[in-house]
């Protein structure tokens, strides 16, 4: 993958919490830093933009007629189902 080199600002606090970072040797450079946020950035985005169609399809999908109880007992049966497998 081709490499593009970019010119950022920053402020003397924003730099000196970069520096911070990789000095904890959680990065070995600035670049992999900024780099890493930016993938970090990118995966928030993702799964906001699927959030928000899961709530305009349970939006469009119109109104329960089931009462809170039976959406209450299905929830319960689910997650014990969930704990079985998962056990």
């Given at each position: 993958?081709?490499?593009?080199?970019?010119?950022?600002?920053?402020?003397?606090?924003?730099?000196?919490?970069?520096?911070?970072?990789?000095?904890?040797?959680?990065?070995?450079?600035?670049?992999?830093?900024?780099r890493?946020?930016?993938?970090?950035?990118?995966?928030?985005?993702?799964?906001?933009?699927?959030?928000?169609?899961?709530?305009i399809?349970?939006?469009?999908?119109?109104?329960?007629?089931?009462?809170?109880?039976?959406?209450?007992?299905?929830?319960?049966?689910?997650?014990?189902?969930?704990?079985?497998?998962?056990?």
């Open positions: 993958m081709a490499m593009i080199r970019k010119t950022i600002t920053l402020t003397e606090k924003m730099d000196a919490w970069i520096k911070s970072r990789v000095k904890s040797g959680d990065y070995g450079n600035d670049s992999e830093y900024i890493d946020l930016m993938r970090r950035d990118e995966d928030l985005r993702r799964a906001e933009d699927k959030l928000r169609a899961m709530i399809a349970a939006e469009n999908s119109g109104t329960s007629t089931r009462t809170f109880d039976e959406i209450w007992a299905e929830g319960v049966q689910r997650a014990r189902m969930n704990q079985a497998r998962s056990a």
